[in-house]
């Protein structure tokens, strides 16, 4: 798998995202991709939308993105 540039971005538990040994990712696409998602495109995106607890969300975005978003295993 790596020999081709894939990985297991959630292959161990890092108080996150429950382990998803499915879940595979391909490093040339997936990595370029998450240095452009932050908070701010994530609410941008939730604009104009009937979202319930939007408030609670708003809030607590940063730490939902850095906890169960970007927390990866990198290798």
Same mark, same amino acid.
């Given at each position: 798998?790596a020999?081709?540039?894939?990985y297991?971005?959630? /292959?161990?538990?890092?108080?996150?995202? =429950?382990?998803?040994? !499915?879940?595979?990712?391909?490093? @040339?696409?997936?990595?370029?991709?998450?240095?452009?998602?932050?908070?701010?495109?994530?609410?941008e /995106?939730?604009?104009?939308?009937?979202? =319930?607890g939007?408030? !609670?969300?708003?809030?607590h975005? @940063?730490?939902?993105?850095?906890?169960?978003?970007?927390?990866?295993?990198?290798?």
């Open positions: 798998m020999q081709f540039d894939f297991r971005p959630f /292959a161990h538990d890092r108080d996150g995202v =429950a382990v998803e040994p !499915w879940h595979i990712s391909y490093q @040339p696409l997936s990595r370029p991709a998450a240095k452009q998602l932050t908070p701010e495109v994530i609410w /995106a939730w604009q104009h939308e009937d979202i =319930a939007d408030t !609670w969300l708003r809030l975005l @940063p730490d939902i993105f850095s906890r169960f978003i970007m927390n990866i295993d990198e290798d």
